[in-house]
């Protein structure tokens, strides 16, 4: 079994900052990408941010500059530093990653999800 867990989530001003972690559990061979999402009331889950098994990032064009993924191999966590937020990103988060269970199983995992607020 595989979960993966996010926190770090919560409310905050606009201006201000979050991290928010994906830790990844169970039979994990190695995590190849992980993203995250997001999905504010109403609207459809978009893509946040990604990152490749060699490190490489893409960011939808509304947090670049803002938000930075990343991630420990050696933990199996995935990292979102948002730095000056604003009302427009509260959303729940949820993480993605496809992993390797085996060294030929590769699979998709999504968390539950953590709720980001920001205040005006």
């Known amino acids: 079994q595989v979960q993966l867990v996010e926190s770090g989530g919560g409310l905050v001003q606009a201006g201000g900052s979050l991290r928010l972690s994906c830790a990844a559990s169970?039979?994990?061979?190695?995590?190849?990408?992980a993203s995250w999402y997001r999905q504010a009331p109403g609207k459809q889950r978009e893509l946040v941010a990604g990152i490749s098994s060699l490190g490489n990032t893409n960011y939808v064009d509304s947090v670049k500059g803002r938000f930075t993924i990343s991630r420990d191999n050696a933990k199996n966590t995935v990292y979102l530093q948002m730095n000056s937020l604003k009302p427009e990103d509260t959303a729940v988060y949820y993480c993605?990653?496809?992993?390797?269970?085996?060294?030929?199983?590769?699979?998709?995992?999504w968390g539950q999800g953590t709720q980001v607020t920001v205040s005006s």
């Open positions: 169970g039979n994990i061979f190695r995590i190849n990408t």
């Open positions: 993605n990653a496809k992993l390797f269970t085996t060294p030929t199983v590769l699979r998709v995992y």
